[in-house]
């Protein structure tokens, strides 16, 4: 069966192809750049877009919730389990793409929509980039995210809506024989 991957340099959204730029900018020569060194030298206009995780074999834990995203999702998620406050995906789905992210040394876009509270779609590109964790701590995964339409002030995601479209991004490393798994 055939399915989509994309090269980073055909990513839609300018932030996105930014943050590709960036992250093999700090990669040093290495095939994924240090967390801490991403992190340190991370450009402003990706910070409050940015979200980092610790990925264990069975969960992905939220280590930094930038304040774009926090604002849009109307609470900051540092600390909790990604999969948890996400209960209505499918975790194992979830899993298996992010480890697929670690362990394919790949990106992965996602696509997709949300109701607000003013009852309106809002449309949000995602991207999922694999970083190197100090020893002894878990494999580390950056995703920057960043909503196609304007979000007012006062408004907030309330809910997903409908499928969730992912594709594979290519770094230079290659992408897994299979197509990511569908998470909704």
Request: charge should be neutral; aromatic fraction near 8%.
């Amino acid at each position: 069966m055939a399915f989509a991957a994309n090269p980073a340099e055909d990513i839609a959204s300018p932030l996105l192809r930014e943050a590709v730029a960036y992250w093999r900018s700090v990669r040093d020569g290495a095939d994924r750049p240090n967390s801490a060194d991403f992190l340190d030298n991370l450009p402003p206009r990706l910070a409050p877009q940015l979200m980092v995780f610790d990925v264990l074999p069975d969960d992905v834990l939220v280590r930094f919730h930038g304040s774009a995203l926090v604002a849009r999702r109307g609470q900051d998620h540092t600390g909790r389990s990604w999969l948890q406050v996400n209960s209505d995906l499918r975790s194992a789905a979830v899993l298996r793409n992010v480890w697929d992210v670690i362990n394919h040394t790949c990106g992965l876009t996602t696509e997709a929509h949300f109701i607000t509270s003013t009852r309106r779609l809002l449309v949000v590109d995602a991207l999922s980039l694999p970083l190197a964790a100090a020893p002894q701590r878990p494999p580390r995964m950056a995703n920057i995210s960043v909503s196609r339409d304007f979000i007012a002030f006062d408004e907030r995601t309330t809910g997903w809506h409908g499928p969730i479209t992912a594709v594979w991004v290519d770094l230079g490393f290659g992408i897994p024989p299979f197509p990511p798994m569908p998470i909704r």
